[in-house]
């Protein structure tokens, strides 16, 4: 009689009761009860603090900022780097060139062994040809 179902249901998952969740709300209640705030005046104290601390910071750093000079482009900088002799900018200009020499011969290089497996590669076809 009214009765559905395909078993029997475990005991833990059995619905709760009304009394069971009246007792938790009373628990629940009874924490919110005992719940004591912390002094507004301490709060306020420290909140005043840390806005003086930020403001400080940004104005720090905003007087930073006003005393940099104006961005350039990368280009310029390196001219600029390369220039100053008190710096390591003509090593490395002097390393640049060197390694864009080498580069472009070994570039040539590998072109000319290239053009040669090419060759051998054609070479072997036309043997390969006259066999078949």
Not at 2 to 21: R, Y
Not at 112 to 120: A, D, S, V
Request: proline share 4%; charged share 40%; net charge negative.
């Amino acid at each position: 009689m009214g009765e559905f179902g395909l078993g029997l249901a475990p005991l833990e998952s059995k619905p709760v009761s009304k009394i069971e969740i009246s007792k938790e709300r009373e628990e629940a209640i009874a924490r919110m009860e005992n719940f004591q705030e912390f002094p507004e005046s301490q709060d306020e104290l420290i909140h005043q603090e840390e806005e003086q601390s930020m403001i400080a910071r940004m104005s720090k750093s905003r007087k930073q900022n006003a005393d940099r000079r104006p961005a350039i482009d990368k280009q310029a900088a390196f001219v600029e780097f390369k220039t100053l002799e008190t710096e390591s900018g003509p090593a490395h200009e002097k390393n640049i060139r060197e390694n864009r020499a080498d580069l472009k011969n070994t570039r040539l290089h590998i072109k000319g062994k290239t053009e040669l497996c090419n060759k051998i590669k054609a070479e072997i076809d036309d043997v390969k040809s006259i066999l078949d």
